[in-house]
C-alpha cells in the first residue's frame, strides 16, 4: 500500500512521484512506437524481414549515441538533456500516424515502409539522447532512504501500464479496420509521449556533473575486453545469448503474419502471454535467486529456449497448424527470457572489482545492447524472399534460425554450468526498471557514465556500482 501512499503519508516521496507517472505514462509510448505494434505495422505496409529486422534493431545499435550524450550532461544538466530527447522523439510519432490515415485512404505504397523505418530510427536517435541522462538524475534525486520502494513502485506501474497497452491494442485491431486501429494506438502512443514529458518537467532537476573522460573510458574498454577474467568469460556468453534471443520477438510476430496469416488481434494476445510468463517468472526468481544463485536460473532459461526452438522447427514443419502451442511457446519465451535478465543482473555484481564496476557493467549493457541489436538486420536479410510485394518469409530460413538456436542453447548451457559462483559471496543486484518486462532491451540503461554517489563524475562510471550491506542499491531503473 505505501507505493501508493499519498504526499502527505509519505513525504519523503512527494518531489519525486511525478517520477512514477512517467513510468506509466511511457510504458504506453515504448510498447507501441517499438514493440510489436509497430513491427505489425511495417508487415501490413509491405515490409519486408531486412526492413522489420533493421527497424526493430535501432533501440539496441543507437547504444553508441547514448554513450557520447553522457558528454552532454556537465553542459546542459539532466533534466535538459532528458527533456530534449523526449520532446524531439515525440515528433516521430507522428509520422506513423500519418501514414495510417494515408495507407488507409490510399492503400500501402512502397515509400510508406521507408518512412516507417526512419521514423523509428530518429525516435530510437532522441531516446538515446535522453536515456543517457535518466538513471543517473533519478539517481541524484530520488532520498536514498526510499530509493528501493521507489524503483520498485517504478517498475510495478510500468508492467502494468504495459500489459494494458497490449490487451487494448489487441482490442483495437479486434474491432476497427487495421489502420483505424494502428491510428488509434499511434495515437495512444502519442498521448503518453506527451504526458511522460509533463511529469518529466515536474521533477527538481540535479546538480550538473563534472566533464567526463570519454578518452579515458575508450582506453580502459579495450582492457576489460581483452584480458582473459571470470568477466570476459560472462560477457562472452552474454553477448552470444543476446544475438540468439533479441530476433524471436519480432520475426516471431512477423511470421505468424505472413506464414499462417493470423490476426493481428490473436498475435497480440500471443504478446500478453509472453509478458504474463515474464513477470510470472520474475515474481519466483525474487524469491528464491538468493538461495539458489544465479546460475541455476541462466541454465533453466537457456534449457526453456532449447525447447522452445525445438517445437518452432516442428511447427513450421506443420504449415502452423499446431497455433495452440505458439501461446505455450510464447509463454515460456517469457520465462526464460526473465530468468536469464534477472540472474544476470544478480550475476554480474559477483565477478567485478568494487573500484572497477561502473565502468565495466557498462561495458556489459553497451556490447550486449549493440550486437543484439545486429542479431535481427543480419537474420531480416537472410529471411527475405524474392516477392515482389516486399512482404514475406523464407521459412526454410527461419527454421534454420530455430535449428542455430538450439545448437546454441545447449552450447551455451554447457559453457554455463562451468562459470565460477561464489554464493557465499552477498551483492546486492543491479536493478533497471524495465528489466521485468523487457529485459534485453533494459540492458541499453546500464550504460551510464556519470557517478553521482558524491555529487561527482567517474571518468570511467556506469550506474553507480552496488557495494555488499548497501541498501541504496535498488537505483536503477529504465
Known amino acids: 500500500m505505501r507505493w501508493f501512499s499519498s504526499a502527505q503519508d509519505d513525504p519523503a516521496l512527494r518531489t519525486v ?10 510504458a504506453l509510448t515504448w510498447q507501441i512506437g517499438i514493440g510489436t505494434p509497430m513491427v505489425l505495422f511495417a508487415e501490413q505496409l509491405g515490409a519486408s524481414p531486412a526492413q522489420v529486422g533493421l527497424a526493430y534493431a535501432w ?3 543507437l547504444t553508441p549515441v547514448q554513450v557520447l550524450s553522457t558528454a552532454l550532461l556537465p553542459h546542459y544538466g539532466f533534466k535538459r ?69 521507489y524503483f ?31 491510428l488509434v494506438q499511434y495515437g495512444i502512443a502519442v498521448a503518453g509521449s506527451l504526458l511522460s514529458y509533463r511529469a ?44 540468439v534471443t533479441t530476433p524471436i520477438a519480432p520475426f516471431g510476430a512477423y511470421y505468424l503474419k505472413v506464414g499462417p496469416g493470423l490476426s493481428l488481434s490473436a498475435i497480440m494476445l500471443f504478446e500478453v502471454v509472453r509478458y504474463l510468463g515474464v513477470i510470472l517468472a520474475a515474481w519466483v526468481l525474487a524469491r528464491r535467486i538468493d538461495a539458489t544463485g544465479a546460475r541455476p536460473f541462466m541454465l533453466l532459461g537457456l534449457a526453456i529456449y532449447a525447447i522452445v526452438a525445438a517445437f518452432w ?69 537472410f529471411l527475405r524472399t524474392q516477392s515482389t510485394t516486399g512482404a514475406g518469409l523464407d521459412v526454410a ?13 545447449c552450447f551455451l548451457s554447457w ?25 534485453m532491451r533494459a540492458m541499453t540503461y546500464l550504460v551510464n557514465l556519470v557517478d553521482v554517489r558524491r555529487g561527482e563524475s567517474s571518468t570511467s562510471a556506469a550506474p553507480p556500482a552496488p557495494s555488499p550491506g548497501d541498501d541504496t542499491v535498488d537505483d536503477r531503473r529504465t
Open 200 to 243: 518529466l518537467r515536474q521533477l527538481p532537476d540535479a546538480p550538473r556533473p563534472r566533464p567526463i573522460s570519454l578518452a579515458e573510458v575508450a582506453r580502459a574498454t579495450p582492457r576489460h575486453l581483452l584480458t582473459p577474467s571470470p568477466f570476459r568469460r560472462y560477457l562472452l556468453l552474454a553477448l552470444w545469448f543476446s544475438v
Open 81 to 149: 538533456v532528458m527533456l530534449g530527447g523526449w520532446r524531439m522523439r515525440s515528433v516521430f510519432l507522428v509520422v506513423p500516424m500519418v501514414l495510417a490515415v494515408i495507407a488507409g485512404m490510399w492503400g500501402p505504397r512502397t515509400w510508406m515502409v521507408q518512412a516507417l523505418v526512419w521514423s523509428v530510427f530518429l525516435f530510437c536517435f532522441f531516446r538515446a539522447i535522453g536515456v543517457s541522462a535518466i538513471t543517473p538524475w533519478l539517481y541524484a534525486i530520488v532520498p536514498a532512504s526510499v530509493r528501493g520502494r
Open 397 to 409: 530460413v527461419f527454421g534454420w534460425f530455430f535449428v542455430s538456436g538450439l545448437v546454441s542453447a
Open 152 to 182: 520498485a513502485s517504478d517498475q510495478y506501474l510500468a508492467g502494468i501500464a504495459g500489459v494494458l497497452t497490449l490487451l487494448v491494442c489487441a482490442g483495437l485491431f479486434a474491432l476497427l479496420p487495421v489502420y483505424s486501429a494502428l
Open 415 to 439: 559453457l554455463a554450468a562451468r562459470i565460477p559462483e561464489d554464493r557465499s559471496v552477498s551483492v546486492e543486484p543491479l536493478m533497471i526498471g524495465n528489466a521485468v518486462l523487457r529485459p
Open 313 to 381: 522447427w516442428f511447427y513450421l514443419r506443420l504449415d502452423g497448424a499446431w497455433v495452440g502451442g505458439v501461446f505455450g511457446s510464447y509463454f515460456l519465451v517469457g520465462v526464460a527470457t526473465s530468468c536469464w535478465g534477472i540472474a544476470s543482473l544478480n550475476y554480474l555484481p559477483k565477478i567485478v572489482s568494487e573500484a572497477e564496476r561502473p565502468l565495466m557493467v557498462s561495458i556489459h549493457g553497451a556490447v550486449t545492447s549493440l550486437c543484439g541489436g545486429l542479431a535481427p538486420i543480419v537474420w531480416g536479410w
Open 59 to 61: 533501440v539496441f545499435v
Open 17 to 26: 512521484r511525478p517520477g512514477l507517472s512517467f513510468a506509466f505514462f511511457n
